[in-house]
């Protein structure tokens, strides 16, 4: 596609419930990386993938936090048993080596 | 104490200032600067990268890095409202693939008409 896509826009989880948040990156870009922001914060690295191997995950704040990509194109991260800690919008980016980083829209994640 | 320390703001000019945002770093590792512009409830978008350090215009835009006081900036010339949004500067320690950029928190822009 055009751009990097992310699904859902929004998300509101009861605490404790599970979540799947998805990203479809630009066709082609070997790269893909996890971010999360917080409100008024900057976004801060959750996890790196190339191609389909995960090659970085030292971003992610607990073992609650889980991410795919099983065949080197669409990303999975998984939240378990959510916290209100965990609302934040959730970003992908994916990149073509040294071209630069696009970002998606994200999903905003609440947990109530 | 963050790798990379930005004022949150808000900064509100009126148009057709010339607006100065500024950053400080810590890790004398960095290597490539960037300025992101994130409007509302959109990702961000990547408006100036630079290495090492100096200066950088595109257009209204200046990037400035200054490797030996770890400080770096972005001004904007003939500001419109437009350039309403939040400004993020980033770093990474090397342009490859695997960097992972380090953002600072961004810094809040209104132009008033």
């Known amino acids: 596609g055009a751009g990097v896509s992310q699904s859902p826009r929004y998300k509101v989880a009861k605490r404790g419930q599970d979540v799947a948040l998805r990203c479809d990156p630009i066709s082609g870009h070997v790269s893909l990386f996890w971010y999360q922001q917080a409100l008024g914060q900057g976004p801060e690295f959750l996890t790196y993938f190339q191609n389909e191997a995960q090659l970085d995950k030292s971003g992610l704040p607990s073992d609650r936090f889980f991410a795919e990509r099983p065949e080197g194109s669409v990303s999975t991260l998984k939240i378990q048993r959510t916290q209100q800690e965990d609302s934040a919008v959730y970003l992908c980016a994916s990149s073509l080596g040294r071209d630069g980083y696009t970002f998606g829209s994200g999903t905003r994640l609440t947990v109530v | 104490q963050k790798e990379v320390e930005q004022d949150p703001g808000p900064l509100s000019v009126p148009e057709g200032a010339i607006v100065s945002l500024n950053c400080t770093y810590s890790?004398?590792?960095?290597?490539?600067f960037m300025w992101y512009r994130q409007y509302s409830r959109k990702g961000p978008e990547l408006l100036m990268y630079?290495?090492?350090?100096g200066n950088k215009e595109d257009g209204r835009f200046t990037a400035q890095v200054d490797k030996s006081s770890k400080y770096i900036s972005l001004f904007i010339r003939d500001s419109q409202p437009s350039d309403s949004a939040t400004y993020l500067c980033?770093?990474?320690?090397?342009?490859?693939?695997?960097?992972?950029?380090?953002f600072g928190s961004g810094t809040r822009l209104s132009i008033r008409p």
């Open positions: 890790n004398s590792a960095f290597q490539y």
């Open positions: 980033a770093m990474l320690r090397g342009y490859s693939s695997a960097s992972k950029i380090i």
């Open positions: 630079t290495y090492s350090s």
